[in-house]
């Protein structure tokens, strides 16, 4: 792959100079959905695929990108003292987000670069290609210009950064924190609240992680997850007139329900439930893995699934479809969609007897129900970003 990569930029932007590689994957939540902005516990693990980029240091302040994933749109070209946010510069505005918000903390970029990406998460199926890029472009930037003091996890905040106040999406930290911080067949147990984390092992013996695209995306992504965070917000302002809390994650189910009365409004107590009641089904789905009880996790895993879908309300009918057949087939031991949701994907634990089986079936099923195809992908956990050597 990065030797294609390399023969394609150097096609480019002419051969000579020092040619450095990096990767940074895309994640699939194992369990943990929509609390990572309200200060709950997130499962996610990193993928192997993810998105490459290629780069030579320019001795000039010019930016020239090109993407092998929007060959149409050839070589973009930009300047790091024009680091602002522009529609017609498409995918480019996630790198300059990056090193925007770079800068924006005094990190001085000293000289301009060229940067060939390719990326081979499907796009638009929610496995976070965006945060896997900013990521990237953290990593590069750390390498390039020898930031020793920024961690991992600074990246992944400088990536949640760049994204919030520059790219306009009010996203939490955990496709940053996944893409920065993956651990090969581990997933990783962090409390957003206070960014402790813990690496879990994910064995499963006799059984594998199957990711299915609805490949449907629904325009009300941005603007449905925004009013869910809103939604959150106001739950817990009313929340905090009768409890001290900080944040929806410090509630335990019980006393979310002997307060849940100062919530006004029936829809957001809705909301408020499902972000109290999804962290504890987190901590609990851990503990189940650790303790190797995989039946247990599943049906965590569906009932994040059910709670999703009626009192968050961010699944849509096709992946409705999707996982009712998984759920109702044998050796499916748990099917749920996975990230912001309105489309996107479903990740499922399968017995590997049944893996087959699934994929047929399903496939057949959810065309005949839907119209179009749908995508399986059985995965492996991979590491997080990474220079190539
Ligand atoms: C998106 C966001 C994440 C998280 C998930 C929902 O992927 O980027 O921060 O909120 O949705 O769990």
Redesign the pocket.
Known sequence: MKERLIEKFQELYGAGGEIRSYFAPGRV?LI??????NGGH?FPCALTIGTYGIVRNRDDRKLRFYSVNFERMGVVETSLDDLVPNKAASWTNYPKGVMWAFEKRGYKLSHGLDILIYGNIPNGS?L?SS?SLEVLTGIILKDTFDFAQVSMVDIALIG?DS?NNFNG?N?????QFASAMGKKDHAIFLDTNTLNYEYAPVVLEDAKIVITNSKVKHSLVDSA?NDRRNECETALKELQAVVDIKTLGDLTEEQYEANKIAIKDPFRQKRAKHAVYENQRTIRAVEALKNNDVELFGKLMNASHESLRYDYEVSCEEIDILVDLAQAMPGVIGSRIT???FGGCTVSIVKNDAVDTFIEEIGKAYKEKVGHEAEFYVVDIGDGAMKLS
């Open positions: 939540n943990g959905e929509h609390t990572d902005y997130v929610g976070s945060a949640q994204e999406c996203c939490g930290i955990m496709d997850y990230g912001g949701g």
